[in-house]
C-alpha cells in the first residue's frame, strides 16, 4: 500500500545537526512533489519545504531557509531533511508528505527534540 | 509569506451544519486544501481543490471559496468528525505554502 515513513528524529543539543529520510512505497515516488510539514508540541501544523519531482526545484519557509536542506533519491525512493544549526524553536514532529493535488499521503512522523 | 486565519475554536450539535472559515489574501488566486487531524494522528486531507473529496472521506464534507475566503462544511457532523481542521494553500508568492492557524470543531 501507499506509504511513507521517516526516520532519523531525535533528541539534539542547540547548533548540532541532524538528518531525517523518508522512505516511500507502494507509488512511483519520482513522479510526485515532496514536502516536509512539522508540528510544534501542542501547536498547528508549518509548512517547511518542498522539493520537485527531479530535485531541481526546492523551496523552504523563511524560518527554516539557509539552516535546512530537502534533498531526495528517486533510485532509492528515499526523501531527506538535512537540519543544521538547530534551535530549541525547532522541536517538532516531522512530516514527510507526498503532494498531488492536495497533500494526500502523510507519513507518522519523526519527533525532533532540540534541548540541551 | 502570507498567513491564513481560522477561528480557534467551534462547535456544533450532533447531525448539525458547521463552517469553518479560512481567511488570506492568496485565496484571490489559490484554492485551499483541507485537513482534519485527531488526536496523535497525522493529518488527512478531506478537501482539494475547488470542492474535491479524496476517495473514503465522507460526502458531508465540502468546500466553498469566496473572494479571500474559504470554507469548509460539515452538512450532518458525527461524532468522528471532532477534531483540528487546518486548510492549507500557496502564499501569494506562489512559491511557498501556508497552513490555516487551525480550528478545533468539538461535536455535542
Given at each position: 500500500?501507499?506509504?511513507?515513513?521517516?526516520s532519523?528524529?531525535?533528541?539534539?543539543?542547540?547548533?548540532?545537526?541532524l538528518?531525517?529520510?523518508?522512505?516511500?512505497?507502494?507509488?512511483?515516488f519520482?513522479?510526485?512533489?515532496?514536502?516536509?510539514?512539522?508540528?510544534?508540541?501542542?501547536?498547528?501544523?508549518?509548512?517547511?519545504?518542498?522539493?520537485?519531482?527531479d530535485?531541481?526545484?526546492?523551496?523552504?519557509?523563511?524560518?527554516v531557509?539557509?539552516?535546512?536542506?530537502?534533498?531526495?533519491?528517486?533510485?532509492k525512493?528515499?526523501?531527506?531533511?538535512?537540519?543544521?544549526?538547530?534551535?530549541?524553536?525547532?522541536?517538532s514532529?516531522?512530516?514527510?508528505?507526498?503532494?498531488?493535488?492536495?497533500?494526500?499521503?502523510?507519513?507518522?512522523?519523526?519527533?525532533?527534540?532540540?534541548?540541551? | 509569506?502570507?498567513?491564513?486565519?481560522?477561528?480557534?475554536?467551534?462547535?456544533?450539535?450532533?447531525?448539525?451544519?458547521?463552517?469553518?472559515?479560512?481567511?488570506?489574501?492568496?485565496?484571490?488566486?489559490?484554492?485551499?486544501?483541507?485537513?482534519q487531524?485527531?488526536?496523535g494522528?497525522?493529518?488527512?486531507?478531506?478537501?482539494?481543490?475547488?470542492?474535491?473529496?479524496?476517495?473514503?472521506?465522507?460526502?458531508?464534507?465540502?468546500?466553498?471559496t469566496?473572494?479571500?475566503?474559504?470554507?469548509?462544511?460539515?452538512?450532518?457532523?458525527?461524532a468522528?468528525?471532532?477534531?483540528?481542521?487546518?486548510?492549507?494553500?500557496?502564499?501569494?508568492?506562489?512559491?511557498?505554502?501556508?497552513?490555516?492557524?487551525?480550528?478545533?470543531?468539538?461535536?455535542?
Amino acid at each position: 500500500q501507499v506509504q511513507l515513513v521517516e526516520s532519523g528524529g531525535g533528541v539534539v543539543q542547540p547548533g548540532r545537526s541532524l538528518r531525517l529520510s523518508c522512505a516511500a512505497s507502494g507509488f512511483t515516488f519520482s513522479s510526485y512533489v515532496m514536502h516536509w510539514v512539522r508540528q510544534a508540541p501542542g501547536k498547528g501544523l508549518e509548512w517547511v519545504a518542498l522539493i520537485s519531482y527531479d530535485g531541481g526545484n526546492k523551496s523552504y519557509a523563511d524560518s527554516v531557509k539557509g539552516r535546512f536542506t530537502i534533498s531526495r533519491d528517486n533510485s532509492k525512493n528515499t526523501l531527506f531533511l538535512q537540519m543544521n544549526s538547530l534551535r530549541v524553536e525547532d522541536t517538532s514532529v516531522y512530516y514527510c508528505v507526498r503532494a498531488r493535488a492536495g497533500f494526500d499521503i502523510w507519513g507518522r512522523g519523526a519527533l525532533v527534540t532540540v534541548s540541551s | 509569506s502570507s498567513e491564513l486565519t481560522q477561528d480557534s475554536a467551534v462547535s456544533v450539535a450532533l447531525g448539525q451544519t458547521v463552517r469553518i472559515t479560512c481567511q488570506g489574501d492568496s485565496l484571490k488566486t489559490y484554492y485551499a486544501s483541507w485537513y482534519q487531524q485527531k488526536p496523535g494522528q497525522a493529518p488527512v486531507l478531506v478537501i482539494y481543490g475547488k470542492n474535491n473529496r479524496p476517495s473514503g472521506i465522507p460526502d458531508r464534507f465540502s468546500g466553498s471559496t469566496s473572494g479571500d475566503t474559504a470554507s469548509l462544511t460539515i452538512t450532518g457532523a458525527q461524532a468522528e468528525d471532532e477534531a483540528d481542521y487546518y486548510c492549507n494553500s500557496r502564499d501569494s508568492s506562489g512559491a511557498l505554502y501556508v497552513f490555516g492557524t487551525g480550528t478545533k470543531v468539538t461535536v455535542l
